[in-house]
C-alpha cells in the first residue's frame, strides 16, 4: 500500500484549479448538449405536430418537458451566477482561508436544476417517441 504525502499549500491550489477549471468545461459541455438537445426535441415535436394537424396528450407533454429542461437550464445558469457571487464574496471577506469557497448554497440548487434539466430532457424524448410511434406509425 502506497504512502499518501500531504499536498503544499501551492500544490493544492493548482490542484484546485485544474479541477474548478475541469468542472467548469464539463458544465459548460452539459449545458450546450441539454440546450441543442431539448431545442431539437421541441422542433420535431411541433413540427411533427404541425405536419399531422394534430397534437396528442404525449405530443404536448414532450412539448412541454423540453421547455420545461430548457427552463431549468437557464435556472440553472442563474444559480451558478449566485454560486460564483457568494464564493467571491466569502474569498473576499476572508482571502487567507478557502472556508466557504469550496461551495455555497446556491451550488445545490445548480446541481438540483442540472438534475432536473436532464431528466426532464429524457422525460420529453420518451414521450416523443411515443408521439412519433402513436401518430406517424400508428402504433
Not at 491550489?13 to 438537445?37: I, P
Request: with cysteine; aromatic share 8%; hydrophobic share 45%.
Amino acid at each position: 500500500m502506497a504512502e499518501t504525502a500531504d499536498l503544499k499549500p501551492e500544490q493544492r491550489e493548482r490542484l484546485w484549479e485544474q479541477f474548478v477549471t475541469e468542472h467548469g468545461k464539463a458544465q459548460e459541455d452539459f449545458d450546450s448538449s441539454l440546450r441543442t438537445l431539448a431545442g431539437a426535441g421541441l422542433a420535431v415535436t411541433v413540427s411533427l405536430a404541425t405536419a399531422l394537424k394534430t397534437m396528442p396528450g404525449s405530443g404536448l407533454w414532450a412539448a412541454g418537458l423540453f421547455i420545461g429542461s430548457l427552463l431549468l437550464n437557464l435556472g440553472s445558469y442563474v444559480f451558478v451566477q449566485l454560486d460564483m457571487r457568494a464564493r467571491m464574496d466569502c474569498l473576499t471577506k476572508n482571502p487567507t482561508s478557502y472556508k466557504g469557497v469550496e461551495e455555497s448554497r446556491w451550488t445545490t440548487f445548480t446541481w438540483l436544476t442540472n438534475v432536473g434539466a436532464g431528466l426532464t430532457l429524457l422525460a420529453g424524448g420518451v414521450l416523443l417517441v411515443l408521439f412519433i410511434s402513436r401518430s406517424v406509425l400508428g402504433r
